[in-house]
C-alpha cells in the first residue's frame, strides 16, 4: 500500500511525468527541500524498479 507522497510519485509516473517534474512539483507542495524531495522520489523509483513494478 503507498502512502499519500507514493501515490502522487506513482500517478506521476503514470501521466509520463520526468522525475524532475515529479520532484519538482512535490517540493514546491510541500516546501522542503528540492534537492532532498529529488533523491527521496529516486529512491522510491529505484525501489519500484527493484521490485519490477516499473521498467526503466
Not at 8 to 27: D, H, K, M, N
Amino acid at each position: 500500500m503507498l502512502n499519500t507522497t507514493g501515490s502522487y510519485i506513482w500517478q506521476g509516473l503514470q501521466r509520463g511525468e520526468s522525475i524532475s517534474s515529479i520532484a519538482g512539483s512535490l517540493a514546491l507542495t510541500t516546501g522542503e527541500s528540492s534537492l532532498a524531495v529529488m533523491r527521496d522520489v529516486e529512491d522510491f523509483v529505484d525501489e519500484l524498479k527493484h521490485r519490477g513494478l516499473i521498467s526503466e
